[in-house]
């Protein structure tokens, strides 16, 4: 097991000729190589030619947030090669509109020959520090299961979800009719209207990323045509005035085509857009089955677990596809419950316990959280040890937290799988639940 150096100073020497060391613009072509190697699917000899072009794009100096140096590598000065590697994508999201810096950690890999050497344990205390630099409250992953757990990690935010449909599930136009309504690219003057509309429909959920001009722009036409996170963004029109937009995939994946975004102002109806977005869909992934020599088999709104268009998509979109999860990392609890207080207070008032005063207690065993509530306002947040005397007012093992946090698991959900996760009485549990309600997030992060 490799020791990183307790200093934190890159580079750093990890013996047997292995350097860790931040990139530069000159380990480009290396690094893209090495992640089109490293992140094929399994049986696939090709290497992955979607994340060269978007290891090629984070390290080109275009992209809104990432330079080539967030990138960390551990380099064989012996064989001259990059042997594992992973990034670091920072951006904004939000918690109830309470903006919070985040750390997205993305394109974990190691050379087969290099496994079980602890390059991806030392990597990711290096990037965890030049996140917490950056004043990222919060780190965040999609990764395979299990694996991110080993360095603070639990899978406590949705990720993915959606509805799936196939040919015989699109509505034909009736005979002599026309599409009500038109679908074209987006272009750079859509782009306030895109935003103002994202910005509305995200109110609908707990968390979503937070966009700025310049990275709607870096979306638009800023990634390569075959980027691994490249979108196609596209105006909805009617009568020649714009009433919503969407965002769906370049290219066809497992033969689906998918949409990642579809939002309508508020004068216009779902059930009215969404045969005709259906529509739009299939002809563009046969369009792309056609140009890729692939078969489209079915067509997918992957808007999350809850979307407006849903209800008047069932017919057109009848099968369910289940959500995963993000593995969420927050190494000061308290700080962030600090950072979102006016959020907390909110919902409280809109609770059964909106006027509640007390003191709350929250365990996680080896340390703690205290609320101090007066009237249903969050007077004081601190850190609090449990101890013998005072095992305090509720308590969640390990990582269990982030899920009521984050809006993915209620208490009862969480004390239904995880014995030691309790309450103390039902008082507690109705505050619990009115600060934190469960309720699905969609985000569409930064990548």
């Given amino acids: 097991m490799i020791r990183p150096n307790v200093t934190g100073e890159l580079p750093c020497d990890l013996g047997d000729g292995l350097i860790m060391r931040r990139a530069t613009p000159a380990d480009t072509e290396a690094l893209a190589a090495f992640d089109a190697l490293i992140h094929r699917d399994p049986g696939v000899e090709e290497p992955n030619r979607h994340v060269e072009a978007w290891v090629r794009d984070l390290m080109s100096g275009r992209h809104p947030t990432f330079r080539p140096e967030d990138f ?178 370049a290219r066809l994946e497992s033969r689906h085509i998918w949409l990642w975004l579809y939002e309508l102002d508020e004068h216009t109806p779902w059930a ?39 209800a008047s998509a069932a017919d057109m979109l009848p099968h369910l596809r289940e959500a995963y999860a993000w593995y969420i990392r927050v190494a000061d609890v308290v700080s962030f419950v600090r950072h979102i207080a006016p959020a907390l207070e909110r919902r409280l008032s809109r609770s059964d316990a909106g006027a509640y005063s007390g003191t709350l207690k929250i365990s996680f065993y080896r340390s703690g959280l205290l609320l101090q509530l007066e009237g249903g306002r969050l007077a004081g947040v601190r850190e609090w040890l449990p101890a013998p005397a005072d095992w305090g007012d509720a308590a969640f093992p390990d990582l269990t937290f982030l899920h009521l946090l984050f809006g993915h698991r209620t208490f009862s959900e969480l004390q239904y799988i995880f014995r030691d996760c309790w309450c103390k009485n039902s008082q507690v549990q109705t505050v619990l639940d009115g600060l934190f309600p469960k309720r699905p997030s969609h985000i569409w992060a930064i990548e």
Avoid at 184 to 209: K, N, S, W
Avoid at 297 to 302: K, L, Q, T
């Fill in 72 to 249: 960390m590598l551990v380099e064989d000065t012996h064989a001259g090669k990059i042997v594992s590697s992973l990034n670091l994508i920072s951006q904004t999201w939000a918690y109830e509109g309470i903006p919070f810096k985040v750390g997205r950690i993305e394109l974990v890999g190691t050379h087969p020959d290099y496994r079980n050497r602890g390059l991806v344990r030392a990597q990711f205390q290096a990037v965890h520090r030049l996140s917490a630099g950056r004043g990222e409250m919060v780190q965040a992953i999609t990764g395979i299961p299990f694996f991110y757990r080993q360095f603070g990690y639990e899978m406590a935010i949705t990720l993915g979800g959606g509805r799936v449909g196939y040919r015989g599930n699109v509505p034909p136009l009736k005979e002599g009719e026309s599409e009500p309504y038109h679908i074209r690219p987006a272009t750079e003057a859509d782009l306030p209207f895109i935003a103002a509309l994202y910005e509305r429909g995200m109110q609908r959920q707990p968390v979503h990323c937070l966009r700025d001009p310049a990275q709607w722009r870096y979306e638009l036409n800023g990634r390569s045509e075959s980027s691994e996170g490249k979108v196609m963004l596209r105006l909805i029109e009617h009568t020649g005035r714009p009433v919503g937009f969407l965002a769906h995939a």
């Fill in 272 to 310: 009215a857009v969404t045969p005709t977005v259906v529509r739009y869909l299939w002809a563009t992934g046969e369009a792309y089955a056609t140009r890729d020599n692939e078969s489209c088999d079915a067509c997918g709104f992957g808007l999350g677990e809850q979307h407006p268009a849903y």
